[in-house]
């Protein structure tokens, strides 16, 4: 088979494969009051919430589009449909799924890999979540996984309530706000005090419509003492108008508890990604975030680590891979709040065919926070005299007994490894694939391996038109 070598020669192989749209409902363009009664009234909204969404539009309206960041000019929400239901309800079972969504599925690998590796799925369509599943032996630990909605009117109403959007709140930033009046779908979980989840959960974001916008809330609760990998998941296929993606996720690490929260984003490159994900982590607890950003236009991505108290511990780990027309402004932020907390950030970025990434990222110790130890590690990769890649570090320090420091590295492939392993039998293209997996390796030793593999293969299907 003849290798390709153009970029307008790659197939996105299974991530660009389009479904008819066969939504059962879907709201008009823009965002009005009337629309997001719509929602509130399609999710059977408690009082509280339908509130909350008609408070968060107002502080939607009235607050400003960043200036800071890449351009999302681009973006215009009078043409963005906020939602889109498919045309079927959730399912616990996967054979009671609608053909077309199991197909897409099926070619994303999402049940074969619950039946190998994970402890719990949640598939998410477009606006709704159309499959929710937990193993036996995980619920008998007492662990809740279910979608956000069905929570919200069960036993758990009360801690959806107390939780939800308060540690991303609405007045953050406008797409916080936005996200706070149209959100559909999303996944909750508690793991209860001292129960270690030994297996991962996983939730997987499609979205499919065209012109569409998705906006997903993840919330998770990991007790005192307790364990918890989960693994989120997010694709879609190549259009020519712009979606968009504004989800959130908060989660709440409780004292001496642990949770790993791993992304694997191949948004497709029309695709506005403006996500916000925040953790707030008490005494002696551990938030270790593990994130790999390869698809969308432009990106605005900083997961952030709120360290409350005494002893607690961040790490992130992250690879962004910006090829032509993509802009991505990734990174991460920490908060220092309580003595002796800990935080180390090693990220790796990658840029080609003029491609700009940029590293952004934020420490903050404040004068209570003594003892604190915090490193930040970023390396570029720039693959031609095309692409850029620059590195933003902002740190504010208000104690003097704090270990504080930041390293960062920008370079290009070396002529000299490319010749040694083409002298060893590679091609140029296989040569320059190696050195930047084995660049992102860092990131991909730390994900599950079915995870490991795909975000490798999708490094190489970047380098495919990296000559030529």
């Known amino acids: 088979m003849e290798e390709k070598s153009y970029v307008e020669d790659i197939d996105r192989s299974i991530y660009d494969i389009r479904d008819d749209e066969k939504d059962a409902y879907k709201l008009k363009e823009g965002l009005t009051p009337e629309i997001v009664e719509q929602i509130s009234k399609e999710k059977n909204d408690p009082v509280w919430m339908q509130n909350f969404r008609l408070q968060s539009l107002q502080i939607y309206n009235e607050m400003e589009v960043p200036d800071w960041g890449p351009s999302i000019e681009g973006l215009d929400m009078d043409h963005i449909v906020t939602y889109v239901r498919p045309n079927t309800r959730m399912k616990g079972k996967w054979s009671e799924v609608p053909k077309d969504i199991k197909d897409t599925f099926e070619r994303l690998g999402i049940p074969q890999a619950e039946r190998k590796s994970l402890a719990g799925v949640g598939a998410q369509y477009d606006s709704e979540l159309v499959y929710h599943n937990v193993r036996e032996e995980v619920a008998a630990q007492g662990v809740i996984y279910t979608d956000l909605e069905s929570a919200m009117h069960g036993e758990y109403a009360d801690m959806i309530q107390k939780h939800f959007m308060k540690l ?5 930033h406008k797409f ?6 149209v959100w559909s779908g999303g996944s909750f979980v508690y793991v209860p005090k001292s129960v270690d989840v030994e297996i991962p959960l996983q939730s997987y974001f499609r979205l499919n419509a065209k012109g569409a916008g998705q906006f997903e809330h993840t919330l998770i609760i990991v007790d005192e003492g307790a364990s918890l990998h989960f693994i989120e998941g997010c694709s879609a296929p190549k259009y020519n108008v712009a979606n968009l993606h504004a989800g959130c996720v908060e989660l709440y690490v409780g004292k001496n508890a642990k949770l790993r929260y791993s992304t694997i984003e191949n948004w497709s490159k029309n695709m506005y990604n403006l996500n916000t994900k925040r953790a707030l982590v008490e005494e002696g607890g551990t938030i270790e975030w593990v994130s790999g950003s390869f698809g969308s236009h432009v990106s605005y991505l900083y997961p952030m680590s709120v360290l409350k108290g005494k002893g607690a511990r961040m790490e992130f780990t992250g690879v962004t891979f910006a090829g032509k027309g993509q802009n991505l402004d990734t990174g991460a932020k920490v908060v220092h709040c309580a003595p002796d907390t800990s935080s180390y950030m090693n990220t790796r970025s990658i840029s080609k065919d003029g491609g700009i990434s940029t590293f952004r990222s934020s420490v903050v110790v404040t004068k209570e926070a003594k003892g604190t130890k915090s490193a930040v590690s970023c390396q570029s990769l720039m693959l031609d005299s095309e692409s850029r890649s620059d590195t933003i570090p902002a740190m504010d320090i208000r104690t003097k007994d704090a270990n504080v420091g930041h390293e960062a590295q920008i370079g290009s492939i070396s002529d000299e490894a490319i010749f040694y392993l083409m002298s060893r039998g590679m091609s140029e293209e296989d040569a320059r694939a190696c050195i930047v997996s084995g660049f992102a390796d860092n990131v991909s030793k730390e994900l ?20 030529g």
């Open 168 to 172: 991303v709140k609405p007045n953050d």
């Open 176 to 181: 916080a706000a936005l996200h706070g009046a």
């Open 448 to 467: 599950p391996l079915e995870y490991a593999l795909e975000m490798n293969n999708l490094i190489r299907l970047e380098m495919k038109g990296s000559i």
